[in-house]
């Protein structure tokens, strides 16, 4: 009788391990080019950690129970509290500016979405301690090399840049109430899916006495998807040019480290959390057919609201599932394929130690070697060789043994050539 | 109000994250070299997958509740089961043997253990399919060549070898009852650490006439501790030789792989798990301070137990939490030191631009660059560049933008030299 995997968790076979791990790797790589240092935490923490941050609501969202210990606890649905937590405590010997990543699994159970995956790795990097555009510029630049990385070009992904205080100031100028403003912000987060957008957003102007002109200016506002457009908007706004110097630094630099044609400015992305104060930014395939690959932004409130220490910072959230979906789909296709680079074949029982003492060696050169784990025909050996795609097939039989030679066998070409047991290594190595 | 991490449970700042990645790097760098494949599970499993290998007992040492679905769940304790559930679903497709890796988060709540760790990271690496000795040769051979490529040796840590066909035979041989064989490994595993084993060893013997004896020579037994004597004791016993083929078999092909240093026979590696069909063994540092490091064997019949299907399989398991003791208690150290190849200086807010490309450059060529994320003055940004161990300092100003330049300070030697914009990347790259 078999007990299955649970419903939304993965199982991951080789193939799947595979790309998993190409992921994970240009995550570290580009991680590392940006100078990025790799943390973790626990995936299990208490409860009141994401309930002082989310409130109770999210309680239902989590995997939670009470342990042994009488502990109200839950795995993991986000990285940030965990962040906090760890920075607040080690605050005085940090160096700031704090560059952090991390590769956490996090949980969610949502009763209602059946068939949607419960679990997922998702990358988080942050900039902690410094409150200018250049951070913003490198947390999103980061993001555009991890795809360029995966060989994705601004053909395959584009990044969608606002910023909170530019998107505050336009709905303040055209009429939107200061108490309007956080349900001005969900309607407008609403624009591409939401039918009879109009109206979703006049609903949310509750303090405003025309609801119906203003919120057609909103949408305007939302709308505006080039930066001369809202350079323009911005000119004729009071106190538009500076609420836009940040966004607008940061795009400088982007485009001065060549990434230019990447970036949208999209004032409708607006991302649901309450807890941004400045650039948020969403990454999506350029087809826009999968859900965001990336999103994030700065939050300079939210490191002393959960308690710890008072800290600007930003970051972002990019998950493996919606990557993985957009490589699988490109020609750039997934991870390189398993490298096998020799199978040893030994012709006789009496050559089996050869063929252990050469294989050992080998793989202390670093090359991927296996061989037959029990007496099996030289034509079958080569059978199996071949069915582990290895480049190579190394024959040791008596006569090698006695000349000090192997037969090196191309699985390709089929091609043998006799080698030096000494040189062996170096040969295979060089082609 | 901060809200801790639950007792038990890690949290990785940089430098543990460092120390853990060394050794997560040389999990997967010897396992390559040894052409196994990498595979996952969920972290979260039905209850009963575990319940049905080990009895009900298991639930008071887990991590277990029912989940919003009604559903009874644990997290993972051990990989074993998920091994068994992923290989028996694809069976047919999946070509033997097969050689995998994996390395999972495990989790265990022990009540009793308080301050002890209630997580740990374990390889797990299993040859399945193969019942031969030189599948256990190889798993053994695997661990081996990870201390070695942490850069430990036969000085620092050393494998106990036993097999379960060989201490059957000698016990049986030696008096013990067939009914009493269970019994008596479970004393004989005590050997190291109970006092007044005799008596142990004599009361597990319930099913024999005089104990005392007979207790005596399964302690004998026990305490053979090199491949010598132990041949002489199998060839004076009935179906000895015959008994030790595998494991001598086994002892050989190390041998042959250079690995002989390694190695110690010890009948008293008995391992808790009452699964084990042959080989068994465990790792161990040298001085015998700390607990194992890793602990394996063969296991023929449990796949098939597990409700998969029927194949022999050999394997080990190997924590993160002894090891990584370990390496820190040697020079060889732990991780090597985090490297920023260069810090990028700009001498006046008009060289940023400058600065940025550049830095996205050298990004682009692998190099790990970092810069000030606001204007400072050039004495600052060296000392941030010191702090970050940056190797270099790359100052570009004014002057050095007229002429296409950039000046390259060592930080080591305060010495500076110009070199050629489009040449810094191959400059830093190649020294």
Redesign the interface.
């Known amino acids: 009788?078999?007990?299955?995997?649970?419903?939304g968790?993965?199982?991951?076979?080789?193939e799947e391990?595979?790309l998993?791990?190409h992921i994970f790797s240009a995550w570290r790589?580009?991680a590392?080019?940006?100078?990025f240092?790799?943390?973790?935490?626990?995936?299990?923490?208490?409860l009141?950690?994401y309930t002082?941050k989310s409130g109770n609501e999210i309680v239902?969202q989590l995997?939670e129970?009470?342990?042994?210990?009488e502990?109200r606890?839950a795995?993991r649905p986000e990285m940030t509290?965990?962040l906090a937590?760890?920075v607040?405590?080690?605050a005085q010997a940090l160096?700031k500016?704090i560059?952090?990543f991390a590769i956490p699994?996090l949980?969610r159970?949502e009763?209602q979405q059946r068939g949607r995956l419960r679990?997922h790795f998702q990358l988080n990097m942050d900039?902690i301690g410094?409150p200018?555009p250049?951070?913003d510029?490198?947390v999103i630049?980061a993001a555009i090399?991890i795809q360029r990385t995966l060989g994705l070009t601004a053909a395959d992904v584009r990044v969608r840049v606002s910023d909170r205080r530019v998107l505050q100031c336009l709905l303040l100028n055209a009429g939107v109430a200061e108490a309007d403003l956080a349900a001005t912000y969900g309607a407008v987060d609403k624009i591409e899916r939401a039918p009879r957008i109009e109206e979703i957003v006049a609903e949310a102007l509750v303090h405003t006495a025309s609801p119906g002109p203003v919120a057609a200016r909103v949408l305007e506002i939302a709308r505006l998807r080039d930066r001369g457009s809202l350079e323009r908007v911005l000119s004729a706004t009071r106190g538009g040019p500076e609420a836009a110097e940040g966004l607008f630094s940061c795009l400088?630099?982007l485009q001065?480290?060549?990434?230019g044609e990447f970036l949208e400015v999209d004032l409708s992305i607006v991302r649901g959390l309450a807890y941004y104060t400045g650039i948020v930014f969403e990454l999506f395939d350029a087809q826009r057919t999968l859900r965001a690959i990336c999103g994030g932004g700065r939050y300079d409130g939210l490191l002393k609201a959960l308690?710890?220490v008072d800290l600007p910072a930003v970051g972002f959230g990019m998950g493996d599932v919606v990557l993985g979906e957009l490589l699988k789909s490109r020609p750039v296709g997934g991870a390189p394929p398993?490298m096998?680079d020799a199978f040893l074949v030994a012709v006789t029982m009496e050559d089996?130690?050869a063929v252990?003492?050469l294989?050992?060696?080998l793989?202390?050169q670093?090359?991927?070697?296996?061989f037959a784990?029990?007496e099996q025909a030289v034509a079958r050996q080569l059978k199996i060789a071949a069915?582990?795609t290895a480049q190579r097939a190394v024959v040791i039989g008596p006569e090698e043994r006695k000349q000090g030679v192997v037969v090196v066998r191309d699985m390709g070409t089929g091609t043998e050539e006799r080698v030096a047991l000494a040189s062996v290594a170096d040969h295979l190595a060089g082609t």
Chains 1, 2 share one sequence.
């Not at 590392?32 to 100078?35: D, E, I, K, L």
């Not at 129970?65 to 210990?69: E, H, L, S, Y």
């Not at 001065?256 to 990434?259: C, E, K, Q, V, Y």
């Open positions: 009788m078999q007990v299955k995997a649970l419903p968790f993965r199982e991951f076979y080789p391990t595979a998993r791990n790589t580009v590392a080019r940006y100078a240092e790799e943390y973790d935490g626990p995936p299990l923490e208490p009141e950690l002082q239902g995997y129970f009470t342990d042994k210990g502990r606890v795995l509290p965990t937590r760890m607040a405590a080690q160096k500016p560059r952090w699994q949980f159970y009763r679990e900039v410094e200018g250049l951070a510029a490198e630049a090399d400088d630099a001065a480290m060549g990434l308690g710890g398993r096998l089996q130690g252990l003492a294989a050992h060696a793989r202390d670093g090359l991927s070697v296996e784990l029990k069915s582990r």
